[in-house]
């Protein structure tokens, strides 16, 4: 029932789409999601995890997840992140591919909703080092639609493996264009 009222609110009323698939059997992976301009693309992603029904996460610092609203992020997906033990970012979240049977972590590499020249790297190293694949995730406002691209596999050629990813963007309009990161 929630995932048709999903689909009405999304398709219907906001006249968006999704176009792409993520494969149910990809368990583990890091979404690229690009470009980060405004608070709307949360729920973007809720209404694309609802109607793909497929889990997806996000990770926040472990302080987000105390009472009263760590139950309602972890039922949004949300995984406290343990910094503790000395470990860093890339290896405090691989820990948690390691741990979880599915994990599809949302990622926007331009770590901010402002315009920014370089996307962080973080994301790529957290797939490298976790195994998992890249898929790009394009919230477009220009063409009202969320684009899932193919799974990308980290070579550990940086440059390379972002080439590729960024062909995903091209064209890619945020909600606030001037904003967003350019690939072009």
Not at 44 to 52: A, C, E, K, M
Request: net charge positive; glycine share 10%.
């Amino acid at each position: 029932m929630k995932k048709q009222i999903y689909k009405w609110i999304f398709f219907n009323l906001m006249g968006w789409k999704i176009v792409g698939t993520i494969d149910h059997d990809l368990k583990k992976c890091v979404m690229m999601v690009l470009p980060h301009t405004s608070a709307h693309d949360f729920y973007l992603g809720i209404f694309t995890r609802g109607i793909t029904g497929l889990e997806m996460n996000f990770v926040g610092k472990k302080e987000l997840f105390r009472f009263p609203l760590g139950s309602y992020f972890r039922y949004m997906g949300g995984e406290p992140l343990d910094r503790s033990g000395g470990l860093n970012k890339v290896d405090s979240i691989a820990a948690i591919f390691e741990r979880k049977e599915v994990f599809r972590l949302a990622v926007a590499p331009e770590g901010t909703r402002n315009k920014t020249n370089e996307l962080k790297t973080g994301f790529y190293y957290i797939a490298l080092k976790a195994n998992v694949p890249i898929v790009p995730v394009a919230f477009d406002f220009g063409k009202k639609e969320v684009n899932l691209g193919k799974p990308v596999y980290p070579t550990g050629d940086l440059d390379s493996d972002l080439a590729v990813l960024k062909k995903h963007f091209v064209g890619v309009k945020g909600k606030i264009p001037e904003k967003g990161y350019s690939v072009e």
